[in-house]
């Protein structure tokens, strides 16, 4: 019977067929027009979603050329979760704005004077540039998400990449150049034109900037840190006119100035030659070192080969955008002690909860890395294999050779609820 019935349909079907074939062929062309649209709108949404935005996978470090670039003054700090917060100056944004909260990627990279640097490092105020992605996860995100429809608030809250203007300058190989100064009863104007350092003759430049002085901007030369009136006092500068400054080079940092929605900034700090440049370099230097021995070195686990009895070694990618001399300490076969850490690089109590081994290799890239990441690679043979120390896991790595102390109370995740800070901070 079911035989029977398939024979009568199929004959029926067939019948239609031939007396509705105009209507198979409307309906299979129907077909083929919903297939293209539904491709076309994929794709669609596709290029819509990279235009919105470029989101790090985990496991990866980001690459620099798919974030997307904005400059603000520093307003606030929360240097103990690598968060804070700034108020971008939007060109042709003439109105008070939102401020852009942002928090630091785990492998994000900050600079300050020409050296690596941590926010409490950066005074309130200065003027920085960022390089910017989505929050990786947005349900842990320690900054309230945005859905960037306001251009002072963008919805990339994530750094990879935080640093002034001479840091700016000199990464990109730029620089300044004074063409006039004007100073009297305080305060004054110096007009400056930013510049490539290999532009040829007759190249075009930027527009020449007017910036506001006074006796707060710090003039750095050789050794020294000037003021405005130590130059009028030795006639380099005149208190009865304009001066013209002849092109020299220099760099500079900017800060706020009260008519910052139109794009005006204050000098708050010059450098008049290459050596105040190095001095002041060293000094953020000298405390970056301090800082990450006695923090200990971040790195992310990228494998774990375990062993007998809990042993492993373990092998961490260590973090880019530090001092030379740190990586140098982990050298093959020598001491070492790991600790696990959070995406804020936060450690619970690393001297007590790590774990100490020796590195048993260390390689390096030969191809520039992308920023963020080191190339350098060092497997870490440990007795006893910790939670922490899993694939794709944020680690702390202390040389034997640097201090092994407990960091402020407030800098450690004291409980499991503490792990992911609470983004409420930035709406109160």
Known sequence: DRAEDGRRCGAIWRQQRRTESGVVEMCATSCSWAVTLSLFLCCSLYATAQEQGYRPQPGEFPQLNRAKEFRGELVFVDHVNRRGSLRLYVDEHFQEGRLHHFAMLPSGVIRYRGAPAA?????????????????????TSSVPLSNGSDATAPAETHALLLEDEVSRALRTHHHWELQ????????????????????????????????TIDESTSIWRGREILSPADLLAEGIWRADGSVDLKSQRVQLTLGWH?????????LSDLWLDEASLKVSEERQRQRHLRQIRTRWLPARVESVEYGEFGRAVV????????????????????????AAAEDTLRTWWQDHDGMDGRIVGVSRDTVDPPIGDSGIRVQFEVPLILEGFRPGRIVRLRSHAWPNVKPPVEERVRSFEDRWPDPAVFLR
């Open 119 to 139: 926010l409490r490092d950066i005074p309130i105020g200065t003027l920085l540039y960022g390089h910017f992605t989505l929050p990786p996860d947005p349900e």
């Open 180 to 211: 006039q100064v004007s100073f009297s009863n305080g305060e004054g104007k110096l007009t400056a034109v930013y510049a490539a350092d290999d532009s040829a003759a007759g190249d075009t430049k930027a527009e020449p900037v007017e910036l």
């Open 315 to 338: 092998t961490a990618a260590l973090f880019g955008g530090m001092d030379e001399r740190l990586y140098a300490a982990f050298q093959k076969d020598s001491g070492a002690k790991m």
């Open 258 to 266: 009260p008519r910052y929605l139109y794009q005006q900034f204050h």
